[in-house]
């Protein structure tokens, strides 16, 4: 009887085999499908080395750089990081500082935000009391 068991345990195994091997699908079909498209895209990126292969690729196309960069930054905590991460640079805080003082909309946000903050308003008082440096 265990015989029997035994051998119809290891057909039943050997037709489920053989439903799956027919089931299965090709790459380029996995890739077409959507939902199968999210899943191996998810998987890829909770893999750090795919992260880091899939951010190479993307950084390598100046197409890809806007359009990653582009959504990043529509995403507002993003966005400070980024701008934090411009200011921390001394060679790119100049720059910046040109642009927001050549647009006349950015600088008159600039000139609200130091005088509209109780703290910033003081810090602004004192710095102008000081004589400017001779260059």
């Known amino acids: 009887m265990n015989a ?3 051998t119809s345990v290891a057909i039943a195994a050997a037709f489920f085999g ?3 091997v027919g089931c299965g699908s090709s790459v380029d079909e996995m890739i077409m499908n959507p939902t199968t498209k999210d899943e191996l895209i998810g998987k890829l990126i909770t893999d750090d080395v795919a992260k880091r292969d ?5 950084a390598t196309n100046t197409d890809s750089k806007r359009e990653m960069a582009e959504t990043l930054l529509g995403d507002l905590s993003i966005k400070a990081l980024a701008l934090e991460k411009l200011m921390a640079d001394p060679a790119q805080r100049p720059a910046i500082i040109e642009k927001l003082l050549a647009d006349a909309t950015a600088r008159g946000e600039v ?4 005088t509209g903050d109780e703290a910033s308003r003081k810090e602004l008082q ?7 440096p001779k260059k």
Do not use: W
């Open 4 to 6: 029997a068991r035994s």
């Open 54 to 58: 899939i951010m190479s690729k993307l």
């Open 18 to 20: 053989m439903a799956l």
């Open 126 to 132: 004192e710095t102008l009391k000081k004589p400017l």
């Open 111 to 114: 000139m609200a935000a130091l």
